[in-house]
């Protein structure tokens, strides 16, 4: 089993800046997609960011120009890097190990227990 666990979040101002981080227990991700999805009150968990096996980014239109998805070079290890922030960010960060970066099924479903991001305005 993959264990998944997201951290940096938090509390941040409109404008500002935020990294997530996304650590996998196994080194088998790194031949896996991965992503970032977010679940504001009351709407339902929607794709921000993904990352193919071979690290190409994809970004919710939402995301684009503002946010950068990378993965680190132990492939274990995804970020988040969210700049210009603005209140409609704000959620339940989730980190996903094996749906394809354009959030549909894939070789996995791997999920972490999520984490608050809070944009004040």
């Known amino acids: 089993q993959v264990q998944v666990v997201e951290s940096g979040g938090g509390l941040v101002q409109a404008g500002g800046r935020l990294t997530l981080s996304c650590d996998a227990s196994?080194?088998?991700?790194?031949?896996?997609?991965m992503g970032w999805y977010r679940q504001a009150p009351g709407k339902q968990r929607e794709l921000v960011a993904g990352?193919?096996?071979?690290?190409?980014?994809n970004y919710a239109e939402s995301a684009k120009g503002r946010f950068t998805i990378s993965r680190a070079n132990d492939k274990n290890t995804i970020y988040l890097e969210m700049s210009n922030l603005k209140p409609e960010d704000t959620g339940v960060y989730y980190c996903?190990?094996?749906?394809?970066?354009?959030?549909?099924?894939?070789?996995?479903?791997?999920w972490g227990q999520g984490i608050q991001v809070t944009v004040s305005s």
């Open positions: 996903n190990v094996g749906r394809t970066a354009w959030g549909r099924s894939g070789p996995a479903d791997h």
């Open positions: 196994q080194s088998i991700v790194h031949v896996l997609p």
């Open positions: 990352i193919t096996s071979g690290d190409t980014p």
